[in-house]
């Protein structure tokens, strides 16, 4: 028997289940425009988790390159997708509104996933999918919220809802586009990406009425002509620079770091020159902040290695022997982090809803610093799993489970409250701006994900002719580096938990 495919099957079944049980709790409570947003996100986020499943495993074996070179290339690329965000969500206020913008995203997402299936146009593909997401995920993230007011009490639960379908997206396009790249089918992987993009693109566009008046473009900017064209057509024009820039940018990765580092610097020092013309409590709560906020630049540093360097070490030295099925590497270690989300999302929740209930909510500054804590547990079992087997040269699949469970519960600590951190420390005139800061710092997290990368790189790697028991070594020595670096975070952010919980307690 087949059990990637039957895994396959039983994932589609889970997420249908899931969506449906969701649906009828949920139906007679929110707008339907929600279902309509759930799904034109979840297949979104199908066709980009897909094809990250497969990128650093294609540079590597397709386009053999070395670990090092693919692992940089590779965060730059995740870089620059976090990067334009914040440009594609100012061109919606100013200029198309939120659905010009959001199609535009998803049409040019659509090109970049058929781009890849050509060996020719492949940095033009990732060019295009950098743009695309930039344009469309901040967008419709948006045009959601404004279907509620500011004080709403369904808000929370509809963001809860929209990023189910988020992950089962996720999940959903990793287990397909991870066993066709497992299989060889890489085109075909990089195709079926495309394939459910356009499909997420044709339902949000044959549905767009339930947005009623919602996500116009703004009259003031847009409509505004200059040389004889309106400032939209201009915004279309100058897309064609705007390509060739992020091309290059993605093409030659060692002008990412030249250019978000020195950028992040001068933001933060800007931030903390303005901090002193503040109140004490204000600033006090501004800079807490800012604190977290550059711990934040480690975590995705160290959790992005899920895509990267762990994708490598998974195809290399985990064993997937299953019942004498051997499973497909890049299928599991990308689908699991995303089903596990799905699965432990709704107790956490309970979890955290009885401290708070008995007067036990763990603060913000605490969930950080556990954060790092529990990711050192998750990768002390990869470490332990290979260092225990040194012998054979495989990792068993239990220990690769449990290290991706600890992993998934320390993101759930720290990626749901980032946002709402900065909107309840940060004040409400800085808000928009401090939300480009934590943009910025998950950009160079990415990019310092691809540095962390380096130090489970294989030099001179012929996959042809590689020893699992010689590769697995130089795994456990980045592994240790990897445990060491999280608990060190973990130690001064536990050190400067009183510190940091003070200033938003005195403020509060």
């Given at each position: 028997m087949n059990f990637n495919l039957l895994f396959i099957f039983l994932g589609v079944i889970f997420s249908a289940f899931m969506i449906l049980s969701v649906y009828r709790i949920n139906k007679n409570t929110h707008p339907k425009v929600l279902w309509l947003l759930f799904f034109t996100e979840m297949w979104e986020r199908f066709s980009f988790y897909g094809m990250r499943a497969l990128l650093i495993m294609y540079l590597t074996k397709i386009m053999l390159m070395q670990d090092k070179e693919a692992n940089m290339l590779y965060a730059s690329y995740n870089a620059l997708v976090y990067t334009f965000p914040m440009f594609g969500g100012w061109i919606?206020?100013?200029?198309?509104?939120?659905?010009?913008?959001?199609?535009?995203?998803?049409?040019?997402?659509?090109?970049?996933?058929?781009?890849?299936?050509?060996?020719?146009?492949f940095f033009l593909g990732l060019s295009l999918l950098i743009l695309g997401n930039g344009f469309f995920k901040p967008n419709i993230s948006s045009l959601l919220g404004s279907f509620y007011e500011k004080n709403d009490l369904r808000k929370d639960s509809a963001y809860s809802i929209f990023y189910m379908g988020v992950n089962i997206g996720a999940?959903?396009?990793?287990?397909?586009?991870?066993?066709?790249?497992?299989?060889?089918?890489?085109?075909?992987?990089?195709?079926?990406?495309?394939?459910?993009?356009?499909?997420?693109l044709i339902v949000f566009v044959l549905l767009r009425d339930m947005l009623q008046e919602e996500g116009h473009e703004p009259n003031e900017l847009s409509n505004q002509v200059h040389f004889g064209l309106k400032s939209a057509y201009w915004f279309y024009l100058s897309m064609i620079p705007i390509l060739f820039l992020v091309y290059h940018l993605n093409k030659i990765y060692e002008l990412t770091t030249i250019i978000l580092i020195p950028f992040g610097l001068l933001t933060?020092?800007?931030?903390?020159?303005?901090?002193?013309?503040?109140?004490?409590?204000?600033?006090?709560?501004?800079?807490?902040?800012?604190?977290?906020?550059?711990?934040?630049?480690?975590?995705?540093?160290?959790?992005?290695?899920?895509?990267?360097?762990?994708?490598?070490?998974a195809s290399r030295n985990v064993d997937f022997n299953f019942l004498g099925t051997t499973l497909e590497s890049t299928m599991m270690n990308n689908s699991i982090n995303p089903f596990y989300i799905v699965l432990l999302t709704p107790f956490l929740d309970i979890i955290f809803r009885r401290l708070a209930k008995n007067g036990k909510n763990l603060s913000i500054p605490l969930k950080f610093s556990l954060s790092f804590l529990i990711m050192a547990i998750g990768y002390s079992f990869f470490y332990f799993g290979a260092y225990l087997n040194l012998s054979s040269g495989m990792i068993p699949l239990g220990y690769f489970m449990l290290a991706y469970l600890f992993i998934t519960i320390s993101e759930?600590?720290?990626?749901?409250?980032?946002?709402?951190?900065?909107?309840?420390?940060?004040?409400?005139?800085?808000?928009?701006?401090?939300?480009?800061?934590w943009f910025l710092a998950s950009a160079i997290g990415h990019k310092f994900a691809g540095y962390i990368g380096t130090k489970m790189s294989i030099q001179n790697f012929d996959a042809a002719h590689y020893n699992p028991i010689e590769t697995l070594p130089i795994y456990v020595q980045g592994l240790q580096f990897i445990i060491i670096l999280a608990l060190s975070v973990f130690a001064f952010t536990f050190i400067i938990k009183g510190i940091l919980e003070k200033q938003i307690k005195d403020n509060n």
């Open positions: 919606a206020d100013n200029f198309l509104g939120y659905r010009k913008t959001i199609i535009l995203g998803g049409t040019l997402m659509c090109l970049g996933h058929f781009s890849l299936a050509f060996d020719d146009y999940f959903l396009g990793s287990m397909a586009c991870g066993y066709l790249g497992g299989i060889g089918k890489w085109h075909y992987g990089f195709g079926l990406a495309g394939l459910f993009m356009f499909l997420g933060l020092i800007y931030f903390l020159v303005i901090s002193y013309r503040m109140k004490a409590l204000e600033r006090n709560k501004f800079l807490t902040a800012i604190v977290l906020t550059l711990c934040s630049v480690v975590f995705f540093g160290i959790f992005e290695q899920s895509g990267g360097s762990l994708n490598l070490m759930l600590f720290i990626s749901p409250i980032g946002l709402s951190m900065i909107s309840k420390l940060v004040p409400t005139k800085m808000v928009a701006l401090m939300m480009g800061f």
